[in-house]
T-cell receptor, first 114, second 114 residues
């Protein structure tokens, strides 16, 4: 079965500092990988996705993620964090083999200090 | 704004009651997914409909049921409610049913069972 691990429940970074949120997945074939962001009281917004090809993908709001098959990882990065980036971030994996549903990690809450 | 609408935004009810959550997908989207977000279980896939037909079931209780109507809107029915059913329920839609299709999430319905 698919599973997604986000090892960091909370992360605090200073505004302007770089950010890396970790995501590891367990899946046999090539998964479809996603990062979503959820602001308080809001739904989930897609930041970026990876299906195939270039393993470094660019998303919205200056985020990028790198797929590393050997490490089963899909870490999210941003070079300079803004206070408005404070939110909860979810990594998710999907596959046709498992009915096209998304399996989500537990989420990482990002706090930005000024 | 994702284009997915969910009503109501908030719902407070008592144990043993039955409620109906409604979702209108983005214009043109044929797939509707339902997810439950709770503090202890995180984001869990419940069920997927494509063009009126059920395509996949996840961790959906027998007390819960859903359907997608000819106009493609969907309803999630929760009956014999228990305290543990208190959660945020999200609907998501996508153009097709493949796992690679981006799922657009609605703002959610927050259900509180007292």
């Amino acid at each position: 079965a698919q599973s997604v691990t986000q090892p960091d429940i909370h992360i605090t970074v200073s505004e302007g500092a770089s950010l890396e949120l970790r995501c590891n997945y367990s899946y046999g074939a090539t998964p479809y990988l996603f990062w979503y962001v959820q602001s308080p009281g809001q739904g989930l917004q897609l930041l970026l996705k990876y299906f195939s090809g270039d393993t470094l993908v660019q998303g919205i709001k200056g985020f990028e993620a790198e797929f590393k098959r050997s490490q089963s990882s899909f870490n999210l990065r941003k070079p300079s964090v803004h206070w408005s980036d404070a939110a909860e971030y979810f990594c998710a994996v999907g596959s046709m083999e498992y009915g096209n549903k998304l399996v989500f990690g537990a989420g990482t809450i990002l706090r930005v200090k000024s | 704004d994702s284009g997915v609408t969910q009503t109501p935004k908030h719902l407070i009810t008592a144990t043993g009651q039955r409620v109906t959550l409604r979702c209108s997908p983005r214009s043109g989207d044929l797939s509707v997914y339902w997810y439950q977000q709770s503090l202890d279980q995180g984001l869990q896939f419940l069920i997927h409909y494509y063009n009126g037909e059920e395509r996949a079931k996840g961790n959906i209780l027998e007390r819960f049921s859903a359907q997608q109507f000819p106009d493609l809107h969907s309803e999630l029915n929760l009956s014999s409610l228990e305290l543990g059913d208190s959660a945020l329920y999200f609907c998501a839609s996508s153009i097709q049913s493949g796992a690679h299709n981006e799922q657009f999430f609605g703002p959610g319905t927050r259900l509180t069972v007292l």
